[in-house]
């Protein structure tokens, strides 16, 4: 039974979901507006406040009372002892957001695609928005810096994350305000981080994970389309297409050996050229896995076709991390000769 079918309502109670009262945070208006996503609470009464007797009556508490109890539905993450994270892989302490998620982020997205929690959408989702949201959510609220390792100032100040723009909604420290006002304000912040999370969602679905099936044909075609590397390591889409965010997590997934892992992406670009690039060593690196030979970077059109021997040539970057040809045939051609270089 999933935790969301856990909640007991009595037969006439209006359920009543408890966060605490004062200046408010993104963790608990994230997971305000999920937990408003359930069915089962979707017409809760909402109480912010930090006297035990109220929090007593709260059918999930979250942010406050200074329990982690899933089976009675209490989530906070402040106390002493507290070290729950969302699975063996994460090391981030969870905050309100993250509990919320853990327990029920299954249930928030089949009732937000209108779906059933076995949808094999929602498995992959649920870890994705963890990754990409959730857990950056959690790391700010629990003060876990984002380069742990990096000693001094940062480079620069980033006050634009959702961390931030919640809580300048919070009142001025010279401001006058009652508890109607704040709970105006919270919700106010509440709905801008639940508006952002699901607006993420409805991206994933309509965009990512179409992506995602369309690499998935891509590595399993690898070695078999006209002009294919025997290894694999050259990877063909007919059109752009966004791969970057799922070619290593689908490696592990589809058990590709270190030697047969793409060094290499050919695909169609906005003007009906080619381009060929090279993988990077991880997501974010600018690293190359194989960057594409170093005399050719730099160099452009017929000094290029003249270079490697390819006639049509349209360029490749100084990095070598990119080139273009005139057609499909020849991009194909300058990735096979970059790998036996």
């Known amino acids: 039974m999933s935790d969301a079918k856990r909640i007991k309502l009595s037969h ?26 359930l069915p089962v609470l979707r017409d809760a009464e909402l109480i912010r406040t930090r006297d035990a007797a109220e929090i007593a009556k709260g059918t999930i508490v979250v942010d406050v009372g200074a329990e982690y109890v899933p089976e009675q539905h209490r989530y906070d993450h402040h106390q002493r002892g507290f070290f729950e994270t969302f699975d063996d892989e994460h090391k981030t302490k969870l905050s309100s ?22 949808d094999e959408r929602v498995p992959i989702l649920y870890k994705k928005m963890y990754d990409d949201f959730v857990e950056a959510i959690d790391a700010i609220d629990n003060g876990i810096a984002l380069y742990p390792d990096v000693e001094g100032p940062p480079a620069y100040r980033s006050r634009t994350d959702l961390s931030s723009r919640v ?13 109607a006002d704040l709970l105006k304000r919270f919700r106010r912040a509440s709905e801008l981080a639940g508006t952002e999370f699901f607006e993420r969602v409805d991206d994933a679905v309509e965009a990512w994970l179409p992506a995602r ?10 070695k078999s389309f006209e002009g294919a590397d025997a290894q694999g ?8 297409v966004a791969w970057k965010s799922h070619i290593f997590n689908l490696e592990e997934e589809l058990a590709i050996p270190d030697n047969e892992k793409p060094l290499y992406i050919v695909y169609a670009d906005e003007a009906g050229k080619w381009r060929v690039q090279a993988v990077p060593v991880n997501p974010e690196s600018f690293e190359s896995r194989r960057a594409l030979p170093e005399p050719w970077r ?12 390819i006639p049509g040539c349209i360029f490749v970057h100084q990095s070598g991390f990119i080139g273009g040809h005139q057609t499909k045939e020849g991009a194909l051609a300058l990735a096979t000769k970059a790998l036996a270089m």
């Open 233 to 240: 390591r050259i990877v063909l889409f007919e059109r752009i």
């Open 213 to 222: 099936q369309l690499v998935i044909d891509a590595l399993n075609q690898r």
């Open 167 to 179: 809580g300048y909604l919070n009142p001025r420290w010279n401001e006058t305000w009652d508890d």
């Open 12 to 37: 006439d109670a209006r359920p009543v979901i408890v966060t605490h009262s004062g200046t408010f945070h993104a963790d608990e208006a994230l997971a305000v507006h999920l937990l408003y996503k």
């Open 97 to 118: 957001a993250g509990l919320v998620w853990k327990h029920f982020g299954r249930d928030i997205l089949a009732a937000h695609l209108n779906t059933t929690a076995d």
């Open 298 to 309: 730099g160099i452009r059109d017929e000094e290029l076709s003249q270079l490697t021997g």
